[in-house]
């Protein structure tokens, strides 16, 4: 039975037969663990109205104004966390269908068309289950496997479709021909850069006080005396939430990873926050042991395939949380705003590269590569694959986020590319999903519409000065924290994937990536990870890339078979992962 997160909704408006399409509705509901309930609206006349129908767990109203909420879904759990929920379903009169979510992308929202009615769900596996024969999207394959997640508004799963945050999608019905038109895509928020610009540091600083201060109080308004969870990494982003919380008299417990003796250790710097706030810290095993355990739980709860190896850690913290609290805090978004270490060579070939002589790659391209997947790659598909992959342009994925009419300088244009796309479609989709997973709400400090339009007024030079990435976030928040903690440079979290397959995984990795698996799936080349493993893909793929790139390949094996349902496949022994790995590693050596 499949685990759909309570807060959830499903829902149909159009031109259709009613009882069938409330026969669908019924299968769908029944086939869940979770009791989901029916709300039955009747139109004016159903002979020339649409109709429509939605089972829900979230919130929903009778029809009694000309524009009302359907349905609606907030992450962290505060139905007036602004003026509009996190992902929201309205009717504007009978003949309008309003399908929209918040600029940071916290929560999804799908929707597909059948004949001339609308299927609408905030959860991909509630839509599989009404169609009937659901199959693969290549472009939505090919697109995960150059970002690691599948790009808006593509979904892995062909005829369905993501609404992009931060807009709403209007379908108009015409009852004299009882037709739908096309949906109109409508942008709510651009993002752009102000043309007066805040040079003075001083005055930045205490601007960027006030705003960070009036985004907590409207995070923690409904907080109470019962403890909020923090998940603490020891980073800059994630201390200064824990730091603000504290100051503000709210009880937190924090949450940090413990990887073992394998990665870069994060845990260190988490004892130091935590000592110097004085909160409790509690460290979460995500040994190779508990992360094999929980991948199968992981793949079902992010319900799209998210191919960053960190998504299984932050299952567990969350598990743990669940323990002691309801609401959690992170520190996501905070690379976003305020463009954080992975920005540095992207900043760095805008300034001393003003035009790209003949041959080089364009800004775009560039970008691309800070994704570190497989765009470049693409022998690795088999042929019928290969060739549909190849009318295919990634570069169209993302052309709009990088669009310099919203953002004339190269900073403020990294930064808009960074929150449309790595952030409101990667990190705050899945942080959501993850907590959802385990009954928790989730809140995320940076994710604030005031907070983010000020940072487009601020000067460059305020967010990188020489090597220091963040400078104006670290001068506002010094009195908060230890100074080896606001000033020490970030390299993101240290999850040890290429550790873990090349030793804890390696005969995991034989079952997971299995040759005669993937033959039967016919999307990827059979020997694909042993190619990996000995580095032998591309000169770009090595190091800690050869385990980003078999995670990526492994999630999507789970996601395929226990998400999409397809049939994992008949096991096949032509791969090295059945032996110990120095008995490989020495005939390789011998082969060569």
């Avoid at 805090?329 to 705003?337: A, C, K, R, V």
């Avoid at 570190?372 to 709009?400: C, F, N, S, T």
């Avoid at 005031?450 to 001068?475: D, M, N």
């Avoid at 016919?522 to 032998?536: C, D, M, T």
Wanted: aromatic share 12%; proline share 6%.
């Amino acid at each position: 039975m499949e685990k759909i997160p309570k807060k959830q909704f499903l829902g149909y408006w159009g031109y259709g037969f009613r009882p069938e399409l409330e026969a669908r509705l019924n299968v769908v509901k029944t086939s869940l663990t979770n009791s989901y309930q029916l709300c039955d609206f009747d139109s004016p006349d159903e002979n020339n109205y649409p109709i429509w129908n939605v089972a829900y767990t979230s919130f929903s109203q009778k029809p009694s104004l000309p524009v009302y909420l359907l349905a609606s879904i907030s992450a962290s759990g505060r139905a007036n966390d602004s003026f509009l929920p996190d992902a929201w379903v309205k009717l504007h009169g009978s003949d309008r269908l309003i399908l929209g979510r918040e600029p940071f992308g916290r929560v999804p929202l799908y929707w597909m068309q059948q004949a001339q009615v609308i299927w609408f769900a905030s959860h991909l596996q509630l839509l599989l289950k009404v169609l009937d024969n659901p199959e693969v999207s290549i472009p939505g394959l090919y697109g995960y496997t150059c970002f690691s997640y599948t790009p808006n508004p593509l979904t892995p799963v062909s005829q369905i479709f993501a609404v992009p945050a931060g807009t709403e999608l209007v379908w108009q019905s015409q009852s004299e021909s009882q037709q739908l038109s096309t949906p109109n895509y409508q942008r709510l928020w651009k993002w752009c850069e102000a043309q007066e610009q805040v040079k003075d540091e001083t005055t930045a600083v205490q601007q960027l006080q006030t705003l960070l201060q009036q985004a907590l109080e409207r995070q923690i308004s409904d907080c109470t005396d019962e403890p909020v969870g923090v998940f603490l990494s020891g980073g800059l982003d994630s201390s200064v939430v824990a730091a603000l919380l504290v100051r503000a008299g709210v009880k937190v417990i924090a949450y940090t990873l413990d990887f073992g003796g394998a990665g870069i250790p994060e845990s260190p710097y988490a004892e130091i926050v935590a000592q110097h706030l004085q909160i409790p810290l509690v460290k979460v095993d995500a040994s190779p042991r508990q992360i094999k355990k929980a991948m199968i739980s992981t793949v079902q709860a992010l319900d799209l395939p998210f191919g960053d190896g960190v998504t299984v850690p932050l299952y567990l913290l969350g598990e743990r949380a669940s323990q002691d609290t309801q609401v959690i805090f992170n520190g996501e978004g905070g690379d976003q705003l305020f463009a954080g270490w992975t920005n540095k060579p992207l900043i760095a070939a805008g300034v001393y590269q003003t035009e790209n002589p003949s041959g080089q790659e364009t800004p775009i391209q560039q970008y691309l590569r800070t994704f570190h997947r497989l765009w470049g790659y693409e022998a690795i598909y088999q042929p019928d694959i290969y060739e549909q992959v190849q009318k295919l342009d990634p570069q169209d994925w993302i052309a709009e986020a990088l669009d310099p009419e919203y953002c004339q300088g190269v900073l403020h244009r990294l930064r808009r590319a960074s929150l449309m796309l790595k952030g409101a479609q990667n990190i705050q989709p899945r942080a959501t999903a993850l907590g959802f997973a385990h009954g928790l709400y989730v809140r995320s400090l940076f994710c604030d519409l005031p907070l983010t339009e000020w940072t487009f007024q601020v000067s460059g030079e305020l967010y990188l000065q020489g090597a220091c990435e963040k400078y104006i976030l670290k001068r506002a928040c010094e009195n908060l924290l230890p100074p080896e903690i606001v000033w020490r440079q970030k390299r993101g979290m240290g999850v040890p994937l290429t550790s873990w397959c090349l030793n804890e995984f390696w005969y995991e990795i034989g079952q997971w990536l299995n040759p005669g698996r993937l033959r039967i799936e016919n999307r990827f080349s059979p020997y694909l990870a042993a190619q990996i493993a000995a580095g032998e893909l591309g000169a770009g793929i090595q190091g800690r890339r050869i385990g980003e790139i078999l995670w990526l390949l492994i999630v999507w094996q789970f996601w395929r078979i226990y998400v999409f349902g397809e049939g994992a496949g008949k096991q096949s022994f032509d791969h090295p992962f059945w032996l110990p790995k120095q008995l490989w590693r020495l005939q390789k050596k011998w082969q060569n």
